[in-house]
């Protein structure tokens, strides 16, 4: 057995993460973030979990890839010496990175009958 916990949300493991300031778990259904002690369900680890888990991880980097996290400064990125990279992002990525925003406050895997805003 081990002592590995798994916060729990909609009914899923949440991703653990660092693209959004002050929440480090996100949930893929819903797009819900929360902090280290934020009030979501801690269970430990099942296998069943474990699988959860994996796959809520890939579909969040899938999601997530072209996201410009506030105040990220990109260590390969020459201007990020001076300033949050997104401040000199080219138009086109600002854009990708806005659209990856707006999916993932909507939640990757939420129910299209579910949005009713
Ligand atoms: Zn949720
Ligand atoms: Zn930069």
Known sequence: MSDIEYKIHCGTPMVATIMF???????????????????????PETQELIDGAER?????????GDLIPM??????CEQ???E?????????????SDEAHKLLANGILREPQNATN
């Open 21 to 43: 300031s002050g929440a480090e778990y996100y949930c893929v259904i819903c797009g819900e973030t929360q902090g280290i002690f934020g009030p979501a369900e801690t269970v």
């Open 71 to 76: 105040g990220a400064m990109f260590p390969n």
């Open 56 to 64: 809520n991880d890939k579909l969040f980097k899938q999601a997530a």
């Open 80 to 82: 990020c010496r001076k």
């Open 84 to 96: 949050q990279h997104g401040n000199h992002a080219s138009q086109e990525d600002l854009k990708k």
